[in-house]
């Protein structure tokens, strides 16, 4: 049962163009979720957050949506760089319960921006 | 060091061998993740300790996976009679106790087993 789903396996942008990235989960308990970002032979890391009483985040050039209702929220990076370009994974967590650090990754979406 | 440090980076094993993995997470971080990602998929929840105590040990797959971490600092991964579906990188995060979510990785230590 996969509870995070990234169902794009890859997008290719231009630099300058904004890049979308996709996340749809189905645990209606999750009420916390996060984006991380992971280059080749690194360990993932943290990109950006969003809890569930709100519908958007910004940082920088980073903006996460959240539309709960559809058990959707989506990753916008405007304008994207060629040093974006890695694998971004989507996760979920319950931060009201005993485990909060217990997330529930997607699989993952490699994004390439060109030059 | 300033971040999640792991060891061994990459180990080689043969099915059935014992294999430790070890983490040394950043310090003053109480919660410590171990985490194992196969090939083409996001990370994977194993174990979660707080302190010195496994506060949530769900995510191990079998009785084969055992981990400590005896003095709340740095923590074993411990795998018995391996299996070649055992093969992955082992992933290593720790936290500040209260910091919903956001983990700092390590680079991971791949397992392969023949």
């Known amino acids: 049962d996969q509870q995070v789903k990234q169902n794009s396996p890859s997008l290719s942008v231009q630099e300058g163009r904004i890049s979308i990235l996709n996340c749809d989960y189905t645990n209606s308990m999750f009420d916390y979720f996060l984006w991380y970002k992971k280059y080749p032979a690194e360990g993932p890391t943290f990109l950006i957050s969003?809890?569930?009483?709100?519908d958007k985040n910004e940082d920088g050039r980073f903006t996460v949506f959240l539309n709960k209702s559809a058990k959707h929220l989506s990753l916008h990076i405007v304008p994207s760089q060629p040093g974006d370009s890695a694998v971004y994974f989507c996760?979920?967590?319950?931060?009201?319960?005993?485990?909060?650090?217990?997330?529930?990754f997607g699989q993952g979406t490699i994004l390439t921006v060109h030059p | 060091g300033a971040g999640v440090s792991q060891t061994p980076s990459n180990k080689v094993t043969e099915k059935g061998k014992y294999v430790e993995l070890r983490c040394d997470p950043i310090?003053?971080?109480?919660?410590l993740y171990w985490y194992r990602q196969s090939l083409g998929q996001g990370p994977e929840f194993l174990i979660y300790?707080?302190?010195?105590?496994?506060?949530?040990d769900s995510g191990l797959p079998n009785d084969r996976f055992f981990a400590v971490r005896p003095e709340g600092s740095v923590s074993t991964l411990k795998i018995q009679r391996t299996e070649r579906g055992d093969s992955a990188v082992y992933l290593c995060?720790?936290?500040?106790?209260?910091?919903?979510?956001?983990?700092?990785f390590g680079e991971g230590s791949r397992l392969t087993v023949l």
């Open positions: 310090s003053g971080h109480t919660a």
């Open positions: 996760a979920g967590t319950n931060a009201g319960g005993t485990s909060y650090g217990k997330l529930t």
């Open positions: 300790f707080q302190g010195t105590g496994a506060a949530d």
């Open positions: 995060a720790s936290s500040l106790s209260g910091s919903a979510g956001e983990l700092f």
């Open positions: 969003i809890s569930s009483i709100k």
